[in-house]
């Protein structure tokens, strides 16, 4: 009897902060992503616009995405997301015509949704006879570019985003919009034996492995898949983008505190020993 009254007290905390998840009321997952609020699918269930989720059930897996459906979201977390990234490329023949192509891709996070490009991303071309360029260009402040050039198969490193056959470069902090352009020198003409096509995406940064001349001679549908099933952009994520812990702040729950962000917002969190939902109520539990 002692041991079975121990074990009550001290799971009974445990389970009401798993469960305190989503608003009463609302869907917990959409197929086998957490929904945690302030995020949440249909009306009532979501802190703000921002935060307002959509959860296709028509497909297998559903697919959970911002309200208008344009952006997959593959994992939420405390203090991230993780979404599929949108890659650009190009496929040449061998006499240098482009024969399939998408050269221009763009994301938009909305700069006062309180979503942002994280610095754990990194963009990446993909190719030997390429360059691309990444941008900002609604602020004009922000512009960089990568180059993937090589001669040879055999002179690709394995392993290593070092401008042979891969390039990669870091982007600054707050990005809540890029676009990329993809291009090339010579259409491919010389490396087109071993190297078809190019690519150019944002990815987080060690989840993609350059395979080396593998990579570069992949058919371009099975290259796409990998890169869009399995390497997602990170993203930031807070409360208010222009608010602040200074003003008075009724976001966060029992048991937990605001902390600013840099960069502006804040987010809340639970206290020292405690768990659980800290913008739902009762709270965080001891």
């Known amino acids: 009897m002692l041991l079975h ?17 989503s608003k009463p009321g609302c869907p917990t997952k959409c197929g086998d992503v957490t929904v945690p609020y302030p995020f949440g699918i249909g009306a009532d269930c979501f802190l703000n616009i921002s935060f307002n989720l959509t959860c296709n059930t028509s497909i297998e897996p559903p697919k959970l995405s911002f309200g208008d459906g344009s952006i997959r979201i593959n994992n939420i977390s405390d203090l991230e997301l993780r979404i599929s990234t949108i890659v650009s490329y ?27 490009f994280s610095e754990k991303n990194m963009f990446t071309v993909i190719g030997c006879d390429d360059f691309a360029l990444i941008a900002r260009t609604e602020e004009d402040d922000f512009t960089s570019g990568c180059f993937g050039l090589c ?11 070092s401008g042979i056959g891969c390039c990669q470069i870091s982007i600054p902090k707050g990005l809540s ?30 989840s993609f492995k350059f395979k080396g001349a593998s990579d570069l001679s ?22 208010e983008p222009e608010g602040n812990c200074n003003i008075e702040v009724n976001t966060c729950k029992g048991n937990s505190s605001c902390y600013d962000v840099e960069g502006g917002g804040y987010r809340c969190q639970c206290h020292r020993g405690y768990e ?11």
């Open 177 to 206: 919009f890029y676009n990329s352009t993809l291009g090339t020198l010579q259409n491919h003409s010389d490396v087109w034996s071993f190297n078809k096509c190019s690519y150019g995406f944002l990815v987080e940064e060690n």
């Open 276 to 286: 659980g939902n800290p913008y739902l109520d009762p709270g965080c539990q001891g």
């Open 5 to 21: 009254l121990i074990l009550f007290v001290f799971t009974f905390p445990l389970t009401r902060a798993m469960n305190n998840t």
């Open 151 to 161: 001669s040879k198969a055999p002179n690709v490193p394995y392993g290593q985003c």
């Open 90 to 116: 190009n496929c040449y023949d061998q006499s240098g015509t482009l024969v399939e192509g998408y050269p221009y891709a763009w994301t938009r996070l909305g700069s006062q949704s309180g979503f942002t």
């Open 218 to 239: 992949t058919n371009y549908s099975d290259f796409l898949e990998k890169i869009r099933s399995t390497m997602p952009i990170v993203l930031d994520w807070v409360i």
